[in-house]
């Protein structure tokens, strides 16, 4: 049984930064994609980002592309995703997702964490 559990959500004023964490167990974390989407209130959750199993290979949605940063410590199990010049429109709740297949389209990924928000104050 794979878990993930993401941390670091919270609340940061506009322009700030933030780390997520996604903690893995039940798995080889390198075994796995791994991917973070988010879902904003009244909306369709959407990818943001993608990294392969080697870690060789990312991709960003373009609203988040040249902000922020996904990686991954297999040593840890533990991907991340770092967010800087944060905005208002970043406000959601950021899932991490791992799976065989990766890339952007959510029904690649078998295993989802619940969820932690994040609040951008202008």
């Known amino acids: 049984q794979v878990q993930l559990v993401e941390s670091g959500g919270g609340l940061v004023q506009a322009g700030g930064s933030l780390r997520l964490s996604c903690a893995a167990s039940?798995?080889?974390?390198?075994?796995?994609?791994m991917g973070w989407f988010r879902q904003a209130p009244g909306k369709e959750r959407e990818f943001v980002a993608a990294?392969?199993?080697?870690?060789?290979?990312?991709d960003y949605a373009d609203s988040v592309k040249g902000r922020f940063t996904i990686s991954g410590d297999n040593a840890k199990n533990t991907a991340y995703l770092q967010m800087n010049s944060v905005t208002p429109e970043d406000t959601a709740v950021y899932y991490c997702?791992?799976?065989w297949g990766g890339g952007r389209g959510s029904a690649n990924y078998a295993h989802w964490g619940q969820g932690t928000q994040v609040t951008v104050s202008s």
């Open positions: 997702a791992g799976g």
């Open positions: 990294i392969s199993r080697s870690g060789g290979n990312t």
């Open positions: 039940g798995r080889t974390f390198s075994s796995y994609a």
